[in-house]
């Protein structure tokens, strides 16, 4: 089937309109679709882009409240990389890993949205690098552990564990004499 | 291995193997993007930033091997041709985006296909893992271990609070995109999938058409994936999905069953008819060859071939595509040419299985 419009290219797209009960078919080409508007080009869809530096200006016109130095707000640079926060606001993209420490004050409202209103990492922690962070969840972990065995009313498992965390506190490894029972 | 063999053997190794749920489920991808911690993102930094990347990542990792992904391989962009790059995209081991980058991107690709890296695209690193049918668990075990490998010699960028630091906001924390492919014409069919995305979308799952442009599934080809990245820990995140790919899978099982039950002359008809335009065009869109294939291989998986392999879907889905319809035909084809092509390559595949 050749499009209605140009006759040239073969009709890629098929309307069907009912206007009061009448139906009406259209087969047109990508290209005379584009140009008569049923459809927008790739350059126009909505990009998830669009989407948040709509959040992003939303953020910087709470910002403008009196109180808060305007001037400021847009010299906010990132010393690293040198990305302003307008910037940031406009591509919707960080520069560089230090622009997270930048613009930190803005970065909840952002995230919240982007993230069902998360705003803190809950996951891998990198294996080699972070071995004291990794402790530091660790202790944690058994904190909370802790807690439920003394709500339980465990005791004697709970002694174990509070040694545990002593020894991982203290600088241990958490290896050999703390696994054994 | 160079580049040539490894596009002309179309199909990777990882794709002929059959997965769990492989009636259902394709496949299974798990994708984790880092970055270097003291290079800026590649959308902002100087070529000769972003060539500290490249030359690391092929320092330590070109040629090298990680358990049974042996054999890594680094493609510059700067040195393939398009349409080389083309069919890596058709392939799913680069991104389009990563097509258009010049500056110090590439891909380091294992000799089996299912890990590729991606370097310099909007991260510093994309590493993505393929599964042939439904493996969560198992992919992002293995995903993890390889991150720890890599990790063994680059200083990622990490935030105690916001995980690992990414270009994007929208993929802060766990860097990770889990996505599974699914083949659901049944339920397409009967239109009760556009009823479950909605319910879908508010857990945070993101369900979008293969192949296709927008929310239209060429060939009933879905993919459904995380999108939250922050403040839930990988294994949730995984754990989320799987539920709803069961989910999707029991629907779609019951569909097909209820299909054959109460039309079923009315689905072999449709079936067999598909069967009869592959098998005998000149001359085929890709569209129409997406939706015969899918109604090729739903005939395939309620029984009405014994003779057919269920991997022609996958298969197909990947040759019809423009680049290895070219690559083929060792010549740049029209449009019009290519569909002439890609009746003919179809027409030849059905031989092939018919031997």
Same mark, same amino acid.
């Given at each position: ?103 930190? @004050?803005?970065? #909840? ?8 209103? %998360?705003? +803190?990492?809950?996951? !891998?922690?990198?294996? &080699? ?11 944690? @972990?058994?904190? #909370? ?8 009313? %465990?005791? +004697?498992?709970?002694? !174990?564990?509070?040694? &545990? ?17 | ?355």
């Amino acid at each position: 089937m050749e499009c209605e419009v140009c006759h040239e290219n073969p009709a890629t797209l098929h309307l069907t309109n009912y206007i009061n009960g009448q139906k009406t078919e259209l087969h047109v080409c990508q290209k005379c679709a584009m140009e008569k508007g049923y459809i927008e080009s790739k350059d126009d869809a909505y990009t998830i882009h669009d989407l948040l530096s709509g959040l992003f200006s939303f953020n910087s016109n709470l910002s403008k409240q009196p109180g808060i130095n305007k001037s400021n707000q847009s010299e906010l640079t990132c010393p690293h990389c040198k990305m302003t926060y307008h910037q940031f606001a406009k591509v919707g993209k960080f520069g560089c890993a230090h622009c997270y420490k930048t613009f930190e @004050d803005h970065l #909840n409202p952002i995230f919240r949205r982007v993230h069902s209103g %998360n705003t +803190e990492h809950s996951g !891998k922690i990198p294996k &080699r690098q972070h071995v004291y962070l990794q402790q530091k969840r660790l202790i944690q @972990d058994y904190r #909370n552990q802790l807690k439920i065995l003394i709500d339980e009313e %465990n005791f +004697e498992e709970a002694a !174990k564990l509070r040694d &545990r965390i002593k020894a991982l506190e203290s600088g241990e490894s958490s290896s050999d004499s703390n696994e054994e029972e | 291995m160079s580049l040539q063999s490894f596009i002309d053997n179309a199909i990777s190794p990882w794709m002929q193997e059959e997965g769990p749920d492989h009636d259902i489920v394709l496949s299974t991808r798990i994708r984790l993007a880092r970055n270097f911690t003291d290079v800026p993102f590649p959308i902002v930094a100087e070529e000769e930033k972003l060539k500290i990347v490249s030359n690391w990542i092929k320092e330590h990792f070109n040629q090298k091997s990680f358990n049974q992904y042996d054999g890594l391989e680094y493609f510059a962009m700067s040195t393939l041709q398009p349409i080389e790059k083309r069919a890596l995209v058709e392939k799913h081991l680069i991104s389009p985006y990563l097509m258009e980058q010049e500056k110090e991107s590439g891909v380091l690709v294992s000799k089996n296909e299912q890990v590729s890296l991606m370097v310099n695209e909007e991260d510093h690193i994309r590493l993505q893992l393929y599964f042939p049918g439904l493996q969560l668990d198992r992919g992002l075990e293995e995903a993890f271990h390889l991150d720890d490998w890599l990790e063994e010699k680059i200083d990622y960028a990490f935030d105690e609070k916001r995980g690992y630091l990414t270009s994007c906001p929208t993929n802060v924390g766990t860097g990770l995109r889990a996505s599974v492919m699914m083949h659901l014409p049944a339920l397409t069919l009967t239109s009760k999938i556009g009823k479950m995305v909605p319910a879908i979308n508010q857990l945070g799952l993101v369900v979008r058409g293969m192949y296709g442009e927008g929310s239209e599934a060429v060939g009933n080809i879905y993919q459904i994936s995380n999108q939250i990245t922050l403040g839930r820990s990988e294994q949730d995140i995984i754990e989320d999905l799987q539920s709803v790919v069961e989910k999707l899978i029991e629907q779609e099982r019951f569909a097909r069953e209820l299909l054959v039950e109460q039309s079923e002359l009315r689905l072999e008809d449709r079936v067999f008819r598909s069967y009869g335009i592959l098998k005998y065009s000149r001359i085929i869109e890709s569209k129409e060859a997406a939706k015969c294939l899918s109604d090729l291989r739903l005939g395939i998986d309620v029984g009405y071939f014994k003779h057919l392999s269920r991997s022609i879907l996958n298969e197909l889905m990947v040759l019809t595509q423009p680049a290895f319809l070219q690559q083929y035909a060792q010549e740049t084809l029209t449009p019009k040419q290519r569909d002439i092509k890609r009746a003919t390559i179809i027409r030849e595949r059905l031989r092939l299985e018919e031997s």
